[in-house]
């Protein structure tokens, strides 16, 4: 049995963490959605503190390259920081894009729409291999050899015609 004297600080005590419960499972200033965060570069950090996914704008360039234009949008990075790949827009050559990154840092695999025109490209050993694309209408997978060289195109215009064309390297 609890002695008269300490009931009221019992009581005070107890009332103070009822409080206090009540006050964190409430909604206060701390737990109500922010409505609009502004900020240049967001990194989100793995486990590690290293930066493997990173949204900016603009995006700092790659490890040890220079980009030929300034880009915006998500930047996909390995364990190590490396550029892996990316969502990025390109204004100043109005493109939008998602590309992977082989670990050699060229674009092995990117999806994009340049000016209006959607193209799919796969590289290998930094040369184009299979292009996708529709340019004025009409559709095209074109391969190419080893050394990037087209080879053989399959097309199918806006009309429905379509066309295979085998193609030789220049003399």
Request: with cysteine; glycine share 10%; net charge neutral.
């Amino acid at each position: 049995m609890t002695p008269p004297l300490f009931r009221p600080f019992m009581l005070a005590a107890v009332s103070s963490v009822s409080l206090f419960l009540g006050a964190c499972a409430g909604s206060t200033a701390a737990t109500r959605p922010v409505n609009t965060l502004s900020v240049r570069r967001l990194d989100i950090v793995d486990e590690h503190g290293q930066a493997r996914v990173r949204i900016g704008a603009p995006l700092p360039d790659p490890q040890g390259l220079k980009r030929a234009v300034t880009a915006y949008g998500l930047q996909f990075l390995s364990p190590s920081g490396q550029e892996i790949g990316g969502l990025a827009m390109l204004d100043s050559i109005d493109f939008r894009g998602l590309c992977f990154d082989s670990e050699e840092s060229y674009e092995a695999m990117c999806m994009g729409l340049e000016k209006d025109r959607p193209t799919v490209t796969f590289r290998h050993d930094w040369k184009e291999r299979i292009t996708l694309g529709v340019v004025d209408g009409v559709a095209s997978i074109v391969l190419h050899d080893a050394q990037g060289t087209p080879r053989l195109k399959l097309e199918v215009d806006k009309d429905g015609k379509t066309r295979t064309v085998g193609l030789t390297p220049a003399p």
